[in-house]
């Protein structure tokens, strides 16, 4: 099998594929013995149909069946061999048909070829860098987020925004009476959380009420009509709710408040669990950083987005192969034809000019994904998913065991590993360009982030 390139353009070319009998004769009778032997063919015994007859009967097929994928291996091989740098997938020529008779043939693939691109990256390219300033704001708004976080539900004497209510919950008539029917909805240990209801006007039923008071409320309407909250407010089964849309009374027996919890070294080292925190001040000084370390990864979303942009307008002006980009979007995809397939085209061109570029940065900068870059970052994962449920302390085994099972996720590893790959590059990056940097209030960060 001969298989040569002829360049048509400067971004284009055809590989021809020149395949003799000896190419695919021995295969094609390997796969003929093969359905003779598995197949069920009427008027012969299993595996005693004669070579001729199964030429003659299935010889088109299968001859086309390995030609084919004989040659498409070839050209693909042919591709990776001599690192021909090509975009999208080799497009036939024309579908030929298969003549029985004929040993010799000859088939055509059109390539579009990737452009010689030369990105250089070094001080002398300037890309921004803006980091999200901590307000005193911010910082007593998570003081107050982490003091009830770990302060404690204690009875109350008032219903507030945050409170939970107990009492008995008794299905009201039209008139507003209690309805006393063998099959009234009476719920004699009810609970309601007014903070979680979706319409807050049935949420301010209940602020300010106290122990012995009543509150007549619409169950349904808390909740929008959610078949599972119904059920579980008034203990029923989902299938009865639908029916269930006029008021309820709650007489009010007992009302949960949070208290939260006080400044002391106890609470510092709730707040931060193996640091030497004593003091108010040393406090303070963790929640700015811990403030700006949740901020921090905004910043290197922001430099991402503002560094592909700066290297895409500064080395993004190159050619692409597009009469064969265009061509092969319409032979992946049937909404597309030739003459619509423009418009998409036009909107897949920065994705490819910055895949290209990607990747030559990527090849300069010798960027690899290890393994244990990867199981670094599953246990990153891991981690964030243990604090979710405030396990802020688990031990590195039980984090290493439960960062390979992510991985054992083949699908989601495989974007997980483009994600470590696309944070090695940027952070190349950075340590390349020059940094503009600058500090912005998070309202300023917030306008710049929707620039674009």
């Not at 097929?61 to 084919?68: A, G, P, Q, W």
């Not at 895949?355 to 990153?380: C, H, P, S, W």
Request: proline share 3%.
């Amino acid at each position: 099998m001969q298989v040569t390139l002829e360049k048509t353009g400067d971004l284009q070319g055809r590989i021809k594929v020149e395949v003799t009998q000896n190419d695919y004769l021995d295969k094609v009778n390997k796969e003929l013995k093969e359905i003779g032997r598995t197949r069920a063919i009427p008027g012969f015994r299993k595996g005693h149909v004669s070579t001729e007859q199964l030429r003659r009967r299935f010889g088109k097929d299968v001859k086309s069946h390995v030609l084919n994928e004989e040659v498409y291996r070839a050209v693909i091989e042919y591709i990776r061999e001599n690192k021909l740098d090509v975009l999208g997938e080799p497009l036939p020529v024309e579908v030929k048909e298969i003549n029985l008779d004929d040993q010799d043939y000859t088939f055509e693939y059109e390539v579009g070829l990737a452009p010689a691109i030369d990105v250089k990256l070094d001080k002398d390219v300037t890309v921004p860098f803006y980091t999200i300033a901590v307000s005193d704001e911010m910082v007593k708004d998570q003081d107050t987020a982490l003091c009830e976080r770990f302060g404690a539900q204690v009875p109350g004497e008032e219903v507030d925004a945050k409170a939970l209510v107990k009492g008995a919950i008794m299905q009201l008539n039209e008139d507003g009476t209690v309805n006393t029917a063998e099959d009234a909805i009476q719920v004699v240990d009810g609970i309601v959380a007014p903070m979680y209801f979706t319409d807050k006007d049935q949420a301010a039923l209940f602020l300010g009420k106290k122990v012995g008071d009543k509150v007549v409320f619409n169950p349904s309407k808390t909740c929008n009509g959610n078949a599972a909250e119904m059920a579980s407010m008034l203990h029923i089964d989902k299938e009865k709710t639908a029916a269930v849309t006029g008021d309820f009374e709650m007489a009010i027996s007992e009302i949960i408040v949070l208290k939260p919890a006080e400044h002391g070294e106890e609470f510092y080292k709730e707040v931060f669990p193996g640091n030497q925190v004593t003091t108010e001040e040393e406090y303070f000084e963790g929640l700015r950083k811990m403030i700006a370390s949740q901020l921090a990864p905004n910043s290197e979303h922001m430099f991402n987005r503002d560094a592909q942009k700066t290297i895409m307008d500064k080395f993004g002006n190159f050619e692409l192969p597009a009469e064969f980009l265009k061509k092969w979007l319409v032979a992946r995809n049937e909404e597309l034809t030739p003459e619509n397939v423009g418009e998409e085209y036009e909107k897949m061109v920065p994705s490819i000019k910055w895949e290209l570029l990607r990747g030559k940065l990527a090849e300069n900068l010798d960027i690899k994904v290890t393994e244990d870059d990867m199981l670094q970052f599953a246990k990153a994962i891991a981690m964030q998913q243990f604090a979710q449920y405030g396990m802020l302390n688990m031990d590195d085994e039980t984090i290493t065991n439960y960062a390979r099972r992510i991985l054992e996720d083949k699908n989601y590893a495989s974007r997980m590993r483009e994600d470590v790959g696309n944070g090695k590059l940027f952070n190349a990056i950075k340590a390349l360009v020059n940094l503009d940097s600058k500090e912005v209030s998070l309202d300023e960060f917030k306008k710049l982030a929707q620039a674009e």
